[in-house]
């Protein structure tokens, strides 16, 4: 039944967890392991569940609740690497070619998932050249469609990308003197 909620419904996380709050019945049913391996899965589809001893070892131990959230903060943390190289980049209001492309080399290596460029790129208070760098990763490594029956991926840039984005590339050409 929550499975079919969650899904269906589209359910975020946080709400999971509130609805964890409102009674024992739904505490227990949303520290099902079932809920959380489900849920591991819709995020990071990519990740092997099978044969890796390392998942069923953890998960045995502490739990899918535990493991996911584990996970979100490996997340987290990978993606924050990313954003502090380009914030430091962006404060000029530029970023050369190679500190670009060796985030998206990064993003590529970390092995994000959709849902985690969105969370952690296209955040609010995130600025334009990082919603450039997710966007970038999302249609070129993930494969992520960008054409207009994509209604999904177009809200999702609609609410989560800054409204405003002003990008200029400059190509600086080098001079020889002839001698």
Same mark, same amino acid.
């Given at each position: 039944?929550?499975?079919?909620?969650?899904?269906? $419904?589209?359910?975020? !996380?946080?709400?999971?967890?509130?609805?964890? $709050?409102? %009674?024992?019945?739904?505490?227990?049913? $949303?520290? %099902?392991?079932?809920?959380?391996? =489900?849920? &591991?899965?819709?995020?990071? *589809?990519?990740?092997?569940?099978?044969?890796? %001893?390392?998942?069923?070892? &953890? %998960?045995?131990?502490?739990?899918?609740?535990?493991? #996911? !959230?584990?996970?979100?903060?490996?997340?987290?943390?990978?993606?924050?690497?990313?954003? +502090?190289?380009?914030?430091?980049?962006?404060?000029?209001?530029?970023?050369?070619? /190679?500190? &670009?492309?060796?985030?998206?080399?990064?993003? @590529?290596?970390?092995?994000? /998932?959709?849902?985690?460029?969105?969370?952690?790129? =296209?955040?609010?208070?995130?600025?334009?050249?990082?919603?450039?760098? /997710?966007? @970038? #990763?999302?249609?070129?490594?993930?494969?992520?469609?960008?054409?207009?029956?994509?209604?999904?991926?177009?809200?999702?840039?609609?609410?989560?990308?800054?409204?405003?984005?002003?990008?200029?590339?400059?190509?600086? +050409? *080098?001079? =020889?003197?002839?001698?």
């Amino acid at each position: 039944m929550v499975f079919f909620f969650v899904h269906v $419904c589209n359910v975020k !996380i946080e709400e999971v967890c509130s609805l964890s $709050c409102c %009674s024992r019945f739904w505490r227990d049913v $949303c520290a %099902s392991d079932s809920l959380w391996i =489900f849920l &591991y899965r819709e995020r990071w *589809p990519s990740q092997s569940l099978t044969g890796n %001893s390392h998942h069923s070892q &953890y %998960s045995s131990i502490e739990g899918w609740r535990s493991f #996911y !959230i584990k996970r979100h903060n490996e997340m987290d943390d990978r993606a924050t690497s990313i954003i +502090k190289v380009i914030n430091q980049c962006s404060k000029s209001e530029s970023v050369e070619v /190679g500190d &670009y492309q060796k985030a998206i080399a990064d993003l @590529h290596a970390m092995e994000l /998932g959709f849902k985690d460029i969105v969370l952690f790129l =296209f955040a609010a208070k995130q600025n334009a050249l990082l919603n450039l760098v /997710g966007l @970038h #990763y999302l249609v070129f490594s993930l494969g992520v469609p960008v054409n207009t029956n994509s209604s999904d991926f177009l809200i999702m840039l609609s609410t989560s990308m800054q409204t405003e984005l002003h990008i200029s590339c400059s190509i600086f +050409k *080098p001079v =020889f003197q002839d001698r």
